[in-house]
């Protein structure tokens, strides 16, 4: 099994986020995901998600100062977004957005 069947649509939700932003501290990224969803998204929802990745090798952790840590998307990643997009785009290339 490679990364791509561990990971979860909330992970891979944070790792695009992660495409977009310089390096964020974790609640930039739950304001992003919650204004994607249009709903309150879980403190520990994402720490935990992220940590997860982070254990993984898809993000990069790191401390900003003794209170707060940074997020970046790795090059392994950067490839497993990649990966769903291209796998995506084989079904969905003849889709026109207003037919959806």
């Known amino acids: 099994m490679g990364q791509r069947d ?6 891979r939700d944070v790792l695009c986020v992660l495409c977009g932003l ?10 992003e995901l919650e204004e994607y969803y249009g709903s309150a998204v ?3 929802r994402v720490y935990q998600n992220l ?11 790191g401390e900003r100062d003794s209170r707060t840590n940074y997020y970046r998307i ?3 990643g950067r490839d ?6 291209a796998w995506k785009r084989t079904y969905t290339e003849d889709v026109e957005p207003d037919t959806v």
């Open 74 to 76: 790795t090059d392994a």
């Open 6 to 11: 561990e990971t979860t649509g909330f992970q």
């Open 42 to 44: 879980l403190h520990a």
């Open 22 to 31: 310089d390096d964020p501290k974790g609640m930039e990224i739950q304001s």
């Open 51 to 61: 940590d997860s990745l982070a254990e993984r090798g898809l993000v990069e952790k």
């Open 80 to 85: 497993a977004i990649e990966d769903v997009l």
